[in-house]
Structures are given as C-alpha cells and as structure tokens.
C-alpha cells in the first residue's frame, strides 16, 4: 500500500541510513555476529554520517529536528537490510535514551554529554531491569544513599543493551521506600570505580548487539548526575516508555516486511515438482496473508508516530502498537521461515537470523502481557 508518511526529506535522509548500512554494516555483519558485538567505531562513524542525535539541538552538534519520522526510517532501513541486531544498538541510543538526555538535563549536563551522544563518542544505555524485577518496573532494589555531594549506588543490573560498549547509562536506582516516589534516575559512567560489566550474555538471537550484566558497588555518583529531581525517576520512566514502544513497534513491522520481501524473492525462484514454489496456491495465501497484516499495521504504526509528534501518543496506543506488531513479526518470520524450506534454518539466510532475533521484541520493553494489561486497565473494566 502506498504511505503518504514521509515526504522528500525523510526519504533522502532513508537513502543516506541505506547508504551507511550497505558501506558500514553488512559488509562486517557476519563478523559482529561472531564475536558477540559492533565495534564502538559503529557509532561515531554514525555519528559523522548524521544518524545519531537526530533531536540534539544543533548547538550540540545534532540535527534539531522534532520529528520521530526520521527515527524510523532509520529503524526500517536497518531491519529490510537485514543488520537489525546491530542495528538496535543506534536505536537504542536515539529513540530510547536520548530523550532522558534531552529533557531532565541542566545546562551543563547537556554542554557535557549532548555533543557526545550526537558524534557517536559517548554510547548510552538505560538500567532499569535487575535479576528480581523486570515487569514489575517499581520492584527495584538497587540503592542510591546520599552521601554529602555524591549518591552512594549499591546494587545489579541485568540484560542491558549495549552494556558492553555503555559510556553513560541511564540507571533506575532507589534513594527512598516508597514503591514509586523512592526510584530516581542517574547517569552512571565508564570508569567510575565500583562500576564493572559482567558477562556479555549468550542470546538465542541478536547477537552482535551487547547484552551485559552490571554491577555497582559503592559506585560514588556525583549529585551532578542525577536527571531531573530525585524521586521523580519512576515518572519520567512512565512518561518516556511510550517512544521507547513504538520503537519496538516500528522495528517488529519493518521486519515482517523483510521477511516478506526476502520470502518473495525465495518462492520466485525455488522449484519443486517442476514450478516455483510462489506458483502453490499455499505459497500464494501465506503471503497474501503476511502482507495485508503488513499493511494493517503499518497504517496504525504511521498513525500512533503521528501522534507522537503532536504530543499526543497515549500508553494505551503505544501498548497497542508494540504487542500487536511484535506478535505480527514473530508470525511472519516463522511462516516466511517455512517457506524456505531447509534453507531457512541455515544461518546464512536472513529470515534465520531474524526468525531468532524476533523472539525477544515480544519481551524486551515490556512483554506482551504486559501491554495487554496497560491496555486492559485503561478499558476500565472494574
Ligand atoms: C535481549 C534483551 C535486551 C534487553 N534490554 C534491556 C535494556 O536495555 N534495559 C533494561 O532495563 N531491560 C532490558 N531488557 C529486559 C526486559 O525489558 C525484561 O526482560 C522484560 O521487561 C521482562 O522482565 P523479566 O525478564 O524480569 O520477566 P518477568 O517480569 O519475570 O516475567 C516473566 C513472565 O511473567 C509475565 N508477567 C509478569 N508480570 C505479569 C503480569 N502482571 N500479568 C501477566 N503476566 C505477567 C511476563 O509477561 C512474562 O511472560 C532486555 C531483555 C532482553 C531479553
């Protein structure tokens, strides 16, 4: 179906993202695979090609352009090409953390970090996630205790993206008792003593994006890191969750559309029984079937990123978008997967590796449960 979404400016800028991947990315894919991760090099040369930090405030080197499009265009070229697991590293750093950078900072924390996040030089991640609280977000134990000028951090997190190459993390910490008021946000970074990474972790799939474990202990955090106001950790958490969904959404659409189109290239030239696979009547319904959900649900995705731009995408839509198109991309990656054949359980296929690197967006940033009860709850059922 046709999408009035982008106009030439998104698209020029979708050619430059499809540009880097091909000169960038797939030529050293397979290597990243193997060794577990991207080189940090990735993300500044990202950086001086204009891909990170689309939102950053030309005076700190970014784009200064308000629009999430041009987040997910990016998003998009980096799934139909194939490089999603490297790939999330950068939308990771431009659609998940980068709004913290841009809205609880001081003047002198974005003077310090914004230029930074732009180039590529300083990689984020965001901690919210420990080995006993994942969904249940306010259940966090790892504690931040004042201590003079500084915050005292005790405590682990686990399964943080780009946690091996993290120069400023975003940390979901505990400086009071109470469930939701006692969580606030600080940026913890390289070298702080007390900080160490753990395992880069071994995953079903995405594997040249880093997953870490980290520990913290009596890691001295200065109160100059904090985002925003003490206490308000768990709010602005809340409030950002909805971009970081949609995201994910755009990733788990942008990758059945792959799936679709590397399928249809497959059936047109497989042969069994003397025809191409893409002349069986099934082959011909798997793929009507993928490619209307597709469209289905592109047109929500383009309609909740609209929303996002006027300031008004509700948790409930995002929630919608996220279950629904990670659902969708795990569908299509294990019918276009059949459709291979033999061949789609051969790594060297793109649908295997995506098969396998879509499990996790039914998980990862809030799993589809727990969409379902955002969603539930706003139903007002009781
Ligand atoms: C590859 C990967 C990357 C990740 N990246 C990050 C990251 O960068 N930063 C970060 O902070 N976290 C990250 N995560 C963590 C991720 O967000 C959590 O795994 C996810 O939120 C689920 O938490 P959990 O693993 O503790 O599962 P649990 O919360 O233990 O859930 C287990 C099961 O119980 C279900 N469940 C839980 N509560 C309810 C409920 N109320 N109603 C119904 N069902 C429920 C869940 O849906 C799930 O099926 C990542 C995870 C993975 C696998």
Same mark, same amino acid.
């Given at each position: 179906?046709?999408?009035?979404?982008?106009?030439?400016?998104?698209?020029?800028?979708?050619?430059?993202?499809?540009?880097?991947?091909?000169?960038?990315?797939?030529?050293?894919?397979?290597?990243?695979?193997?060794?577990?991760?991207?080189?940090?090099?990735?993300?500044?040369?990202?950086?001086?090609?204009?891909?990170?930090?689309?939102?950053?405030?030309?005076?700190?080197?970014?784009?200064?352009?308000?629009?999430?499009?041009?987040?997910q265009?990016?998003?998009?070229?980096?799934?139909?090409?194939?490089?999603?697991?490297?790939?999330?590293?950068?939308?990771?750093?431009?659609?998940?953390?980068?709004?913290?950078?841009?809205?609880?900072?001081?003047?002198?924390?974005?003077?310090?970090?914004?230029?930074?996040?732009?180039?590529?030089?300083?990689?984020?991640a965001?901690?919210?996630?420990?080995?006993?609280?994942?969904?249940?977000?306010?259940?966090?134990?790892?504690?931040?205790?004042?201590?003079?000028?500084?915050?005292?951090?005790?405590?682990?997190?686990?399964?943080?993206?780009n946690?091996?190459?993290?120069?400023?993390?975003?940390?979901?910490?505990?400086?009071?008792?109470?469930?939701?008021h006692?969580?606030?946000?600080v940026?913890?970074?390289?070298?702080?003593?007390?900080?160490?990474?753990?395992?880069?972790?071994?995953?079903?799939?995405?594997?040249?994006?880093?997953?870490?474990?980290?520990?913290?202990?009596?890691v001295?955090?200065?109160?100059?890191?904090?985002?925003?106001?003490?206490?308000?950790?768990?709010?602005?958490? !809340?409030?950002?969750?909805?971009?970081?969904?949609?995201?994910? +959404?755009? $990733?788990? #659409?942008?990758?059945?559309? %792959? /799936? &679709? =189109?590397?399928t249809?290239?497959?059936?047109?030239?497989?042969?069994?029984?003397?025809?191409p696979?893409?002349?069986?009547?099934?082959?011909?319904? !798997?793929?009507?079937?993928?490619?209307?959900?597709?469209?289905? +649900?592109? $047109?929500? #995705?383009?309609?909740?990123? %609209? /929303? &996002? =731009?006027?300031?008004?995408l509700?948790?409930?839509?995002?929630?919608?978008?996220?279950?629904?198109?990670?659902?969708?991309?795990?569908?299509?990656?294990?019918?276009?997967?059949?459709?291979?054949?033999?061949?789609?359980?051969?790594?060297?296929?793109?649908?295997?590796? %995506?098969?396998?690197?879509?499990?996790?967006?039914?998980?990862?940033?809030?799993?589809?449960?727990?969409?379902?009860?955002?969603?539930?709850?706003?139903?007002?059922?009781?």
């Open positions: 179906m046709h999408r009035n979404h982008y106009d030439t400016e998104h698209r020029a800028f979708g050619e430059s993202v499809s540009t880097f991947i091909e000169k960038q990315m797939t030529p050293d894919y397979e290597k990243w695979e193997a060794a577990g991760l991207a080189p940090r090099e990735l993300f500044s040369r990202a950086g001086e090609q204009g891909l990170l930090g689309i939102q950053v405030p030309e005076q700190f080197g970014g784009g200064g352009v308000h629009d999430f499009r041009f987040n265009i990016l998003g998009e070229e980096i799934m139909l090409a194939g490089v999603g697991a490297a790939g999330l590293g950068i939308t990771l750093h431009n659609d998940i953390c980068l709004p913290y950078f841009l809205r609880y900072t001081t003047d002198e924390q974005k003077q310090r970090w914004l230029p930074g996040i732009a180039s590529g030089e300083l990689i984020t965001i901690a919210m996630t420990e080995p006993g609280a994942g969904s249940d977000l306010a259940g966090i134990r790892t504690s931040a205790v004042a201590d003079g000028a500084e915050l005292v951090v005790n405590g682990s997190k686990t399964f943080i993206t946690g091996i190459n993290a120069d400023l993390v975003i940390t979901a910490v505990r400086t009071g008792p109470e469930r939701h006692g969580i606030s946000l940026v913890i970074e390289r070298g702080m003593p007390g900080f160490e990474r753990g395992r880069n972790l071994n995953k079903l799939g995405l594997h040249s994006q880093d997953t870490a474990e980290l520990s913290f202990t009596d001295r955090v200065p109160l100059g890191n904090v985002l925003g106001e003490v206490g308000s950790g768990f709010r602005y958490l !809340v409030s950002n969750l909805p971009q970081e969904r949609m995201s994910i +959404a755009n $990733a788990g #659409v942008a990758g059945a559309r %792959a /799936a &679709l =189109n590397w249809i290239e497959y059936v047109r030239q497989r042969k069994a029984f003397g025809e696979i893409g002349a069986l009547q099934n082959t011909r319904f !798997v793929l009507a079937e993928v490619s209307t959900e597709v469209d289905v +649900a592109q $047109a929500y #995705v383009d309609a909740c990123v %609209a /929303a &996002l =731009n006027r300031g008004e509700t948790a409930e839509d995002a929630a919608k978008a996220k279950w629904w198109c990670t659902e969708l991309q795990g569908r299509a990656a294990d019918k276009c997967l059949q459709l291979h054949g033999g061949y789609g359980y051969m790594t060297e296929y793109p649908i295997a590796r %995506a098969y396998a690197d879509a499990r996790v967006t039914r998980i990862a940033g809030g799993t589809t449960e727990i969409m379902k009860e955002i969603i539930g709850r706003s139903l007002k059922l009781t």
